[in-house]
C-alpha cells in the first residue's frame, strides 16, 4: 500500500524487511542502509537528511525523512540496494500539499466534502470552485425567504412578480408626481441638475475661491469700496494738489515735459544707458577663462581692446569679476582678455559688460614715443651703448671680449710699467707725457728685456700678451653650453636643494623603501 506523505515535512518512515540474502527470510539487525530517493520518476539520488537508518525489529529499520526530501509533491520512491548479507528493499510514497493532507490527517480533519445522497458528486467550475448551478436547482420553485440576505447587484430582471405596491409612510413622503410618474420627474430633476452643474462650472473661475463664503467677500469687498471712495474723492485729489504745488504748469512741469527736456539734454541719452557702457551681453561659447565669444558685439576688430570686462555669474548676480580686453575680434565677436581674473569660474551665460576705460595703460609704443620725444638721455644712453659695444666687442654674438685673464695680464703690466699697485689708465696718463725720441728708446729698451727679444715689436709683445680670440671664446661657450645641459636635468623640489637618488654608495646597491624596509646595502 502506498503511503501519504506531506509535502515539505520531516517524517520517520519505517522501511524494510531487511531479510538475509541466503535464506530469504531471516530478518538482519546491525545493517547502514545507504537510502536514495527519486522523485516522480527523477534519478535516484541519496536522501538529504544526513540520518542513518536505525534498526528496529525483525529487519526492519527506522529512517529518518527531512522537508527537502519531501518538497516535491507526487511519487517518492525510496530505494535500498541489495549487499552481500541482505536483499534489496523498496518502498513508494505519495506526497501531497499541506492543505489536502491536513484535511484528510490533520487532528478533527473533517475529510473530503461527501454527498448526502451517496454515488452523487459536487458541482464545481470549470476553474474548480464548487458554486450553485442555477440550471440544476433542488425544487427551484419553492418559495424562499431572503429577508436575511443582502443582494448586492443584480444586472438583469426578466420578469418581476408578487410586488406588493407601497402605499404607506413612503408614498406618503413621496407625495403625488408632478408628472406621470416619479421616474419623469427624476428624469426632469436630472436635466435641470445638469444645466445647473453646466453654470456652476461657468461661474466658479469667475468667481473665484472665496476666502470665507461668497457673501462674505462681498461683505469686505463692499467695505474696500467705501475705502476707496473715500480715498478718490478726498485723500488723493489733496494729495496731488499737494504734490502739483502753487505755480504747477502742464506744459513745463508734468513730467511729459521733463521727459523732453531730459531727451535733448542730458549726457546719457538713449534712455538713460550711460557712454561709457560699450557693450551688455552674455558669453555665447566659453574656449578658455582668457578666451570667449559675445553673444552680440561690434563687428569691428579691437573696437575693445583696453576696455574693462565686468563678468557676472549667472547663479549669483552678487559674484563679479573684472578683466581687461587684450584683444577683439570683430568676425567671431571673440574676446581675449590679458589674463584670468581668477574670482570665479566663467561660463556660458554669464553676463559680460563691457567699459570704456578712460585710463587705459599706454602701450610698449607709446611709453617709447613718448620718451623718443621728451627725453635727450635715452639718445645718449643708445649712443653709449653702442661705443662699449664697438669697443669691447660684439654683444650679439658674445665675441670679441677680454676675458678676466687677460684683463689681470693688462692690470699686472699697467702696475709694471706705472711701478704703482693697482695703478688706473688716468694715473698712467698723468705720469707719462707723450714719448720722446729719448723715452722712446728707453721704452725699445724696456721692451726688449721684456720680451726676451733684442728689437722686440709692440706686435711681438701683442702676440705674447694678445686678449682672448673669438674662436677661444667659442670654445668656452660650447663648453659651458655642455655644463649647462649637466646641470638642467638636475631636479631641485626645494629651492636650492638638488633632489638626489641614490643607487650604490661605495660600488655597493642600495636597497630598501626607507619605510617598512630600512635602507641598506646589498
Known amino acids: 500500500m502506498t503511503q501519504i506523505l506531506k509535502q515539505s515535512t520531516a517524517v520517520d518512515v519505517l522501511i524494510g524487511p531487511f531479510v538475509d540474502s541466503t535464506d530469504g527470510y531471516t530478518g538482519e539487525v546491525g545493517l547502514s542502509p545507504a537510502v536514495k530517493l527519486s522523485k516522480n520518476g527523477q534519478a535516484l539520488a541519496a536522501k538529504n537528511d544526513i540520518t542513518t537508518p536505525v534498526s528496529d525489529a525483525d529487519g526492519y529499520y527506522n529512517c529518518e525523512l527531512d522537508a527537502t526530501d519531501t518538497n516535491t509533491v507526487g511519487t517518492l520512491v525510496l530505494s535500498v540496494v541489495g549487499s552481500a548479507t541482505s536483499l534489496p528493499v523498496r518502498h513508494e510514497y505519495q506526497v501531497v500539499e499541506e492543505a489536502v493532507y491536513d484535511a484528510l490527517y490533520a487532528a478533527s480533519a473533517a475529510g473530503p466534502l461527501q454527498s448526502t445522497v451517496a454515488g452523487r458528486t459536487l458541482d464545481v467550475s470549470a476553474g474548480g470552485e464548487a458554486g450553485i448551478d442555477w440550471a440544476n436547482v433542488g425544487s427551484p420553485t419553492t418559495a424562499v425567504d431572503l429577508s436575511g440576505t443582502d443582494i448586492q447587484l443584480v444586472d438583469t430582471v426578466t420578469t418581476y412578480t408578487g410586488n406588493t405596491v407601497q402605499t404607506g409612510d413612503s408614498y406618503g413622503r413621496l407625495g403625488a408626481p408632478a408628472g406621470a410618474s416619479v421616474s419623469a420627474d427624476v428624469a426632469a430633476v436630472k436635466v435641470d441638475t445638469a444645466a445647473v452643474l453646466v453654470d456652476t462650472a461657468d461661474m466658479q473661475p469667475k468667481l473665484g475661491t472665496p476666502a470665507a463664503d461668497v457673501s462674505a467677500d462681498i461683505a469686505a469687498a463692499k467695505v474696500d469700496t467705501a475705502a476707496i471712495l473715500v480715498d478718490t474723492g478726498t485723500t488723493i485729489p489733496a494729495t496731488l494738489t499737494d504734490m502739483q504745488g502753487a505755480t504747477f504748469s502742464g506744459a513745463t512741469d ?269
Open 254 to 522: 508734468s513730467l511729459e515735459a521733463i521727459r523732453d527736456r531730459g531727451d535733448a539734454a542730458w549726457t546719457t541719452g538713449a534712455g538713460g544707458t550711460p557712454p561709457q557702457l560699450l557693450q551688455s551681453t552674455t558669453i555665447a561659447t566659453l574656449a578658455s577663462q582668457t578666451s570667449f565669444t559675445l553673444t552680440a558685439g561690434s563687428a569691428d576688430d579691437d573696437a575693445y581692446n583696453g576696455a574693462v570686462a565686468v563678468i557676472t555669474d549667472q547663479s549669483t548676480a552678487t559674484q563679479k569679476a573684472v578683466g581687461s580686453v587684450l584683444d577683439y575680434t570683430g568676425a567671431t565677436k571673440t574676446v581675449t582678455l590679458t589674463s584670468d581674473p581668477g574670482i570665479f569660474t566663467m561660463a556660458t551665460g554669464d553676463t559680460i559688460d563691457i567699459i570704456a576705460n578712460a585710463s587705459t595703460a599706454p602701450t610698449a609704443a607709446a611709453v617709447r614715443a613718448e620718451i623718443d620725444t621728451n627725453s635727450t638721455q635715452l639718445a645718449l644712453i643708445v649712443g653709449d651703448t653702442n661705443e662699449l659695444q664697438t669697443n669691447q666687442g660684439n654683444w650679439l654674438t658674445a665675441t670679441g671680449f677680454s676675458t678676466s685673464a687677460a684683463l689681470a695680464t693688462a692690470q699686472t703690466d699697467l702696475d709694471t710699467l706705472t711701478g704703482t699697485d693697482g695703478a688706473t689708465l688716468a694715473t698712467s696718463q698723468a705720469n707719462y707725457a707723450p714719448a720722446t725720441a729719448a723715452s722712446l728708446a728707453t721704452a725699445q729698451t724696456d721692451l726688449d728685456t721684456l720680451t726676451g727679444t733684442d728689437g722686440a715689436t709692440l706686435a711681438t709683445a701683442q702676440g705674447n700678451y694678445a686678449p682672448a680670440t673669438a674662436a677661444a671664446l667659442a670654445t668656452v661657450d660650447t663648453e659651458v653650453g655642455q655644463i649647462k645641459t649637466k646641470t638642467d636635468s638636475l631636479t631641485f623640489s626645494t629651492a636650492n636643494q638638488v633632489d638626489a637618488n641614490t643607487l650604490a654608495i661605495n660600488s655597493a646597491t642600495v636597497v630598501g623603501d626607507g619605510n617598512a624596509t630600512p635602507w641598506d646595502g646589498a
